[in-house]
């Protein structure tokens, strides 16, 4: 089993920065993938950017320049860097990590961006 507990998240006005954390815990493979999904009220969740353990990373077209994604391994930590925040970014933000062949899910954090 593994546990993700996430921090961050907030309200913030358009332009403006915020930052997310993730702390995973349990039984965790050296190999894994950790990342962000989000979902907006009447939408399906969606990737917003993920990492391996070797540090690469993948983000979602809508965040690429404006999001920043990394880990911390010996920590199991993940963060993401927001900046540039736009209305449409207003989501509840979900940790994700793939570990083995079981994927498991923060409780999910509210970011709201005002325009």
């Known amino acids: 089993q593994v546990q993700l507990v996430e921090s961050g998240g907030g309200f913030v006005q358009a332009g403006g920065s915020l930052r997310l954390s993730c702390a995973a815990s349990?039984?965790?493979?050296?190999?894994?993938?950790m990342g962000w999904y989000r979902q907006a009220p009447g939408k399906q969740r969606e990737l917003v950017a993920t990492i391996t353990s070797g540090g690469v990373t993948n983000y979602a077209q809508s965040v690429k320049g404006r999001f920043t994604i990394s880990r911390d391994n010996s920590k199991n930590t993940v963060s993401m860097q927001m900046n540039s925040l736009k209305p449409e970014d207003t989501a509840v933000y979900y940790c994700?990590?793939?570990?083995?062949?079981?994927?498991?899910w923060g409780q999910g954090t509210q970011v709201t961006v005002s325009s």
């Open positions: 349990g039984s965790i493979f050296s190999y894994n993938l």
């Open positions: 994700n990590i793939v570990n083995g062949i079981r994927t498991y």
